[in-house]
T-cell receptor
Framework: GDSVTQMEGPVTLSEEAFLTINCTYT??????LFWYVQYPGEGLQLLLK?????DKGSNKGFEATYRKETTSFHLEKGSVQVSDSAVYFC???????????FGAGTRLFVKA | DGGITQSPKYLFRKEGQNVTLSCEQN?????MYWYRQDPGQGLRLIYY???????QKGDIAEGYSVSREKKESFPLTVTSAQKNPTAFYLC???????????FGPGTRLTVT
């Protein structure tokens, strides 16, 4: 079945470091892909999305490109801040369906 | 401001008691969802509702029940039949079925 696999955390970085969080997916069709962020004690917030192959989603300095050939949607940011410390979830959804499949989440710690 | 409210933020119950978690949205969204989040795991879908008076079971519906009598409200009851109810519960909504969902702040339920 369809699934999303994320790199295990926690990921610990110093402020201003480059961030990559890997996400790969297994899909029988052509889903839309999403990154959500969850700050401590809160619900999830949509960070960015891409609806088809080669689309790049971007928001708040984060970006991810929908790579069909490698079935990946890696999250990147050029310079992280302490305020980026959170858990990041990769997810997929099929248009016409109702279920979003989430990865297990990757916790990011950014040190000052 | 539009959004999703969940109450209470923390809930404590004794084993064997049913408990109802509240979820209200003023986004005028048709679709609403309940997820369960456990440490180190992604979100798992409990129930989904696409429209008033209609809902479908998700992956882990056993021991849970819902109602959707109003567009704005989608309460979740955790029954005594749920074997391991202690978890963080998240409610979400979307305009229609979509991976682009808006989440509430969550309710942390502890059953002892």
């Amino acid at each position: 079945g369809d699934s999303v696999t994320q790199m295990e955390g926690p990921v610990t970085l110093s402020e201003e470091a480059f961030l990559t969080i890997n996400c790969t997916y297994t899909a029988t069709g052509y889903p839309s892909l999403f990154w959500y962020v969850q700050y401590p004690g809160e619900g999830l917030q949509l960070l960015l999305k891409a609806t088809k192959a080669d689309d790049k989603g971007s928001n708040k300095g984060f970006e991810a490109t929908y790579r069909k050939e490698t079935t990946s949607f890696h999250l990147e940011k050029g310079s992280v801040q302490v305020s980026d410390s959170a858990v990041y979830f990769c997810a997929l959804f099929y248009t016409g369906g109702f279920k979003t499949i989430f990865g297990a989440g990757t916790r990011l710690f950014v040190k000052a | 401001d539009g959004g999703i409210t969940q109450s209470p933020k923390y809930l404590f119950r004794k084993e064997g008691q049913n408990v109802t978690l509240s979820c209200e949205q003023n986004l005028n969204h048709d679709a609403m969802y309940w997820y369960r989040q456990d440490p180190g795991q992604g979100l798992r879908l409990i129930y989904y509702s696409q429209i008033v008076n209609d809902f479908q079971k998700g992956d882990i519906a056993e021991g849970y029940s819902v109602s959707r009598e109003k567009k704005e409200s989608f309460p979740l009851t955790v029954t005594s039949a749920q074997k391991n109810p202690t978890a963080f519960y998240l409610c979400a909504s979307s305009i229609g079925p979509s991976g682009e969902q808006y989440f509430g702040p969550g309710t942390r339920l502890t059953v002892t």
